[in-house]
């Protein structure tokens, strides 16, 4: 009964910023202690994470991605957000939701995925 679900753009443009709503039915966000994160996966390669929020309310982010990134969570809707800034093609990827944290093959839920397509 608990289920994930991603939404937001398709297709977005080099420079701008993505927005993808995580949306979380049958379980809270704030319920201790799992965390939900964002995954995602280019083409043609593994996934790679991009950070998680607690249920705290504290996040953690990918190094490599840190400077760019911004995930936050709106309880009263139980969805969590994720921001991804100045956007090139390289940012393509399906991206998905997911409750867990560290080894992302032992994560235990899974969104189906958003296809993110970087173009102008």
């Known amino acids: 009964q608990v289920q994930l679900q991603e939404s937001g753009p398709g297709l977005v443009k080099p420079s701008q910023t993505l927005s993808l709503t995580c949306n979380v039915s049958?379980?809270?966000?704030?319920?201790?202690?799992?965390?939900w994160s964002w995954i995602r996966q280019p083409p043609e390669k593994g996934l790679e994470w991009v950070g998680a929020?607690?249920?705290?309310?504290?996040?953690s982010y990918n190094p490599a991605l840190r400077r760019r990134t911004s995930i936050s969570r709106d309880t009263s809707k139980n969805q969590f957000t994720l921001q991804v800034s100045s956007m090139t093609p390289e940012d393509t990827a399906v991206y998905y939701c997911a409750r867990g944290v560290g080894d992302v093959r032992n994560y235990d839920l899974w969104g189906q995925g958003a296809q993110v397509i970087v173009s102008s």
């Open positions: 929020i607690a249920h705290s309310g504290g996040t």
């Open positions: 049958g379980y809270s966000l704030t319920t201790k202690y799992y965390y």
